[in-house]
């Protein structure tokens, strides 16, 4: 059975992403962003796959053309898609303890995506196991942050549709035939 999303389901799922993308502007420490959660967020929410890789891709490449575009954004698109997989692990099985490792998961994947991207591009190290290695370790210290920026964004994305759903019963998925 396929899911008919509710004009009022996309609209509110929408308006979290593009809220989400747009506290990017906002000052924060490195590395605490919305990136992981808008993935997984839309990757569980989403029944329309088109969709889910889309849009969040779509609010994230605006606020980079603002933010500024690099030469490493491949990898962290790469990265990004692959969250939005995760996140499809979680349809219809959305739970606290689900999302927190899931959003767990993404940030440790995204954390060797990215940093894998920043090694292989040999812009900053040398491009041999040495090099990958001090790749890893020089990002360390600001994967707490990363860590702590997906379990928040998380919460907040995850509980505010959660918490809308209950006062807006058009925001429960319907089963059509």
């Known amino acids: 059975m396929k899911e008919k ?7 509110l799922m929408t308006v979290l992403l593009l809220a989400a993308a747009f506290s990017r502007f906002i000052p924060h420490p490195p590395n ?14 989403f029944s329309d796959k088109r969709i889910a890789f889309l849009l969040p891709i779509f609010a994230m490449f605006l606020s980079d053309l603002f933010i500024g575009l ?8 790469i990265g990004f898609a692959l ?8 349809q219809n099985r959305i739970k606290a303890k689900n999302v927190l490792l899931a959003s767990l998961s993404a940030s ?3 954390f ?14 040398p491009t041999n196991l040495a090099g990958l290695a001090q790749s890893y370790i020089a990002a360390i210290p600001f994967f707490h942050n990363a860590i702590l920026g997906d379990l928040v964004y998380s919460g907040l994305l995850f ?8 006062k807006v019963p058009e925001l429960i998925p319907v089963e059509v035939k």
Do not use: D, Q
Request: net charge positive; glycine share 12%.
């Open 83 to 90: 969250i939005v997989g995760i996140g499809f692990l979680l």
């Open 70 to 77: 690099h030469e490493g954004m491949w990898f962290v698109y």
């Open 32 to 45: 605490f962003a919305p990136i992981a959660a808008m993935a997984l967020f839309s990757g569980a929410y």
């Open 159 to 166: 509980g505010v549709y959660e918490l809308a759903k209950r």
């Open 112 to 125: 060797v995506i990215t940093n894998f991207g920043v090694w292989i591009m040999g812009l900053y190290y």
């Open 5 to 11: 999303i509710s004009s009022k389901k996309f609209l």
């Open 108 to 110: 440790v994947a995204f």
